[in-house]
């Protein structure tokens, strides 16, 4: 589950805010947690796990800048949204993670944008680390992966850089990778929602590979593949 964390003195600006980040991901069929905090201090306090802090730069005793250069020299990297009706603190609002600077009373469509800038690129840096045949481990990145078939014990991963043959079987692909952006198409294959140029009757991907639907798994199939979609371009 997804954690976002709004820090803002002012409690209508918290509940807009939160309102809006639930309607977002309540869209894209993923579940959050939301936690809210009335000051930089009480914020800090608290495990700084999460997907997103939107921060509130003017603050009595802490500013949003101040919370913002004390993570970082925490060496935090949580994407930082700084939400402010004053410009003139804008020169100072930049830093690694700031992702966005937002003046109150902050726009939904600016959020959705912001959110889904976050988790692209969140998504576009997942890795895994799997071990060849030989021995040799391989880092991939999973969007760099078309399709993974298995053959039993075996599985094949098939890269915009080479295919690579491993000793694991297709079901622990099924339970590693993120279900929202992976579908069983038959028995043997794994596809990568991503890598989808067409459905007509038969999957066609992105590197030319045309896999056929299994009867069993049609209906799960396209029902993932509808909500990926309507997930993929809703706030594009």
């Known amino acids: 589950m997804r954690r976002i964390i709004i820090c803002d003195d002012n409690e209508a600006d918290r509940k807009h805010i939160r309102e809006v980040c639930e309607k977002y991901f309540a869209s894209i069929y993923e579940q959050i947690e939301i936690k809210e905090f009335k000051s930089g201090q009480e914020l800090l306090r608290q495990p700084m796990e999460a997907t997103v802090i939107f921060l509130d730069i003017e603050m009595k005793k802490m500013t949003g800048i101040d919370v913002k250069n004390i993570l970082g020299a925490r060496a935090n990297e949580v994407p930082i949204v700084f939400l402010t009706n004053y410009k003139e603190y804008m020169s100072r609002a930049f830093g690694k993670n700031v992702y966005g600077y937002m003046d109150k009373p902050a726009d939904a469509q600016q959020i959705y944008k912001i959110l889904t800038q976050i988790l692209d690129e969140e998504r576009d840096s997942e890795r895994i680390t799997v071990k060849k045949l030989d021995g040799d481990c391989l880092t991939i ?62 999957i066609q991907l992105r590197c030319g590979k045309i896999i056929p639907i299994g009867g069993i798994y049609r209906k799960e199939f396209f029902e993932k593949y509808d909500r990926y979609a309507d997930k993929r371009w809703r706030f594009q």
Request: aromatic content about 12%; overall charge negative; charged content about 30%.
């Open 141 to 202: 990145p999973t969007d760099r992966i078309y399709y993974i078939e298995g053959k039993r014990r075996y599985s094949i991963v098939y890269t915009a850089e080479g295919s690579y043959m491993m000793r694991k079987p297709l079901r622990e692909w099924i339970e590693e990778l993120p279900p929202d952006e992976w579908a069983q198409a038959q028995k043997s294959y794994l596809v990568n929602l991503r890598e989808i140029t067409g459905t007509h009757g038969e």
